[in-house]
């Protein structure tokens, strides 16, 4: 089955819809039961999408769940509320007190915070690695190495991974590769094709796209799938079955929008570079971009998320442009159907392998599905406010 009919099928099982074209939206915290016999059976199958209480899911996460695993590939999807939540969750569910984690250095802020608060308190150590490191990941590996964590292409500076090579050398020694898919976002990155055991998305993001529910998942491969559904239930996590049928509803429409969001996007960058107040585009499609090449070998397309650094220009004007666009909003996120801006800030705290020396001003936009020529006009009007 081709990708785009896979998304209209995906976790449509008729156990879960009722016969309707979208399952119904099913709230529970208690299922009961009538028979000592029908909850035992419940106890036995509790882990396999069987009612059993609220927290195990019900029809409809169990719909999403199921979903997101014929998406991803792997042998199974854990639900949290939000992306940050399946991040800690993979990450707890395989690292112990003495374990030594490889954290990518262009990882996302919060990831980063969560290692050096909780995990370092739990007696976890973590080594920042390049994003550019490749097979040299193997000198960063120690005897007490349990997991490499990868996020391609980079928060905000947009690095892409070399994976299958970094996953390779991981499984040498028996490390678990847990990869923030969130930009790939299931269809533009096959993270099971590349030797990935467990792919986390912020489904906040392009999944469900409409910039209105929180929503983590974590997809996990045959090895890894029991010990990640467990541990994500000791730890208490679930999803609201309203939000879950929120993002089944955006998953519908993922390949039509990403399409359009990468074929504007790529127009804006193109843009963008060709204006002298631009100094670089940071986008993955760009030969200038660290990682192009892993880019063009492995993804199969972009999206609408990436970066530029201008010139040298005062921060007052760079203010002064964010302020007076009209299309793009200001907003910590991406991933749904309008256009946002922000300023990236903090690069030289959050880059610690190897430091960020750019000292210009690093602008991330996310191009949504306005016409791409008043876009474009906005960008022009703002940009020329610089030379005024
Ligand atoms: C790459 C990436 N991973 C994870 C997250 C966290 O997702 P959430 O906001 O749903 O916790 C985000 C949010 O911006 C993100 O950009």
Redesign the pocket.
């Known amino acids: 089955m081709k990708q785009d009919t896979k998304i209209v099928n995906a976790g449509r099982r008729k156990e879960w819809t009722n016969g309707s074209v979208n399952p119904p939206v099913q709230r529970a915290s208690t299922i009961v039961f009538d028979t000592v016999k029908d909850m035992k059976n419940a106890i036995v199958n509790r882990a396999n999408k069987t009612l059993f209480y609220g927290r195990r899911g019900t029809t409809t996460t169990f719909a999403f769940s199921e979903a997101m695993t014929q998406l991803e590939g792997g042998a199974g999807c854990a639900l949290y509320p939000?992306?940050?939540?399946a991040?800690t969750s993979a990450l707890l569910s395989f690292l112990k007190a003495g374990d030594h984690l490889l954290m990518v250095d262009t990882t996302?802020e919060?990831?980063r915070d969560f290692c050096n608060k909780i995990l370092k308190g739990l007696g976890i150590e973590t080594t920042y690695y390049d994003p550019m490191i490749g097979a040299d990941i193997k000198s960063l590996i120690r005897p007490n190495t349990r997991v490499l964590f990868l996020?391609s292409p980079g928060?905000n500076t947009m690095e892409v991974q070399d994976v299958p090579t970094l996953a390779k050398i991981a499984h040498e020694t028996d490390i678990t590769v847990i990869l923030?898919n969130?930009?790939g976002s299931g269809i533009q990155f096959k993270p099971f094709d590349y030797g990935v055991d467990i792919s986390v998305q912020?489904a906040?993001?392009y999944i469900v796209g409409h910039s209105d529910a929180?929503?983590?998942t974590a997809t996990a491969n045959e090895a890894h799938w029991p010990t990640l559904r467990e541990n994500s239930y000791l730890l208490g996590q679930c999803a609201s079955p309203d939000d879950c049928y929120m993002a089944l509803r955006g998953l519908r429409t993922l390949s039509v929008r990403m399409k359009q969001h990468e074929q504007s996007a790529l127009k804006v960058a193109h843009w963008l570079s060709e204006q002298p107040i631009v100094k670089t585009v940071l986008h993955p499609a760009f030969k200038e971009c660290p990682g192009n090449e892993f880019f063009e070998r492995d993804f199969n397309g972009s999206n609408g998320l990436f970066s530029f650094v201008l010139e040298d220009v005062n921060d007052s004007d760079v203010d002064d442009f964010l302020d007076n666009l009209a299309h793009f909003k200001m907003g910590?996120?991406?991933g749904g159907f309008e256009s946002l801006v922000l300023r990236v800030s903090g690069l030289d705290r959050l880059r610690t392998a190897k430091p960020w020396t750019e000292k210009n001003p690093v602008i991330r936009l996310h191009i949504g599905l306005e016409d791409v020529d008043d876009l474009i006009e906005d960008l022009r009007q703002g940009l020329a406010r610089f030379a005024q």
Request: charged fraction near 15%; aromatic fraction near 18%.
């Open positions: 939000c992306g940050t939540a991040i996302y919060p990831t996020e928060s923030d969130t930009w912020a906040t993001k929180m929503m983590g910590f996120s991406w």
